[in-house]
């Protein structure tokens, strides 16, 4: 089975400064990867989703995450830190089961806090 | 094109009771999926419909079950309700199923269980 690993449930970085959300996953097959941003009182929104196209994928709000197979890790980034960006951070794997079915799997994720 | 609704944002019930909770995709997309979201646990997925029938289910008890209708429409049900079930229960929609299409959430149902 799939399986996802976020590292550092918590991380704080000043305004103007680089982010750096750690995934890694695990999986049996080639992957499909996502990166989701829940903000306070709402739903999850797609930042961003890897699908073997290309391994820099750019997303919104200026997010972008690269694929590594050798690493199996999927690190979401961007370069300066907007206010706006804190929220929770999730890497997902998509997880298809036998019948194609489709199933994410949430890594636990990542509260960012950014300082003015 | 509206997103995904989900109906009530916001439900109280005791324990024993039961609850459904009710999802429109957004127009067109044929797929989907129940997840709850508790602190503990984090984001753990309950089940996924497509053309009304089941086509997946995570690890929870028989007390959660769901359904499907021809419009796409999705209800979930949560009987004999315990203190444990209090969650968000988000509902995503996708165009179609399969690993690399994209979920669409919905704001979520804040249940707790009193």
């Known amino acids: 089975a799939q399986s996802v690993t976020q590292l550092g449930s918590h991380v704080s970085v000043s305004e103007g400064a680089l982010v750096l959300l750690r995934c890694n996953y695990s999986s049996s097959v080639p992957p499909y990867l996502f990166w989701y941003v829940q903000y306070p009182n709402q739903g999850l929104q797609l930042l961003l989703k890897y699908t073997s196209a290309a391994t820099l994928v750019k997303g919104i709000n200026g997010f972008e995450a690269e694929f590594k197979k050798s690493e199996t890790s999927f690190h979401l980034t961007k370069p300066s830190a907007h206010m706006s960006d804190a929220a929770e951070y999730f890497c997902a794997v998509s997880d298809a089961g036998a019948q194609g079915a489709q199933k994410l799997v949430f890594g636990q994720g990542t509260r960012l806090t950014i300082n003015p | 094109k509206a997103g995904v609704t989900q109906t009530p944002r916001y439900l109280i019930k005791t324990r024993g009771q039961q609850v459904t909770l009710s999802c429109s995709p957004i127009s067109g997309h044929r797929s989907v999926s129940w997840y709850q979201q508790t602190p503990g646990q984090g984001l753990q997925f309950l089940f996924e419909?497509?053309?009304?029938?089941?086509?997946n289910k995570g690890n929870f008890p028989g007390r959660f079950s769901g359904r499907q209708f021809s419009n796409s429409r999705s209800e979930m049900n949560v009987s004999t309700l315990e203190l444990g079930d209090s969650a968000l229960y988000l509902c995503?929609?996708?165009?179609?199923?399969?690993?690399?299409?994209?979920?669409?959430f919905g704001p979520g149902t804040r249940l707790t269980v009193l």
């Open positions: 419909y497509f053309s009304e029938t089941q086509r």
């Open positions: 995503a929609s996708s165009l179609r199923s399969g690993g690399a299409s994209e979920q669409f």
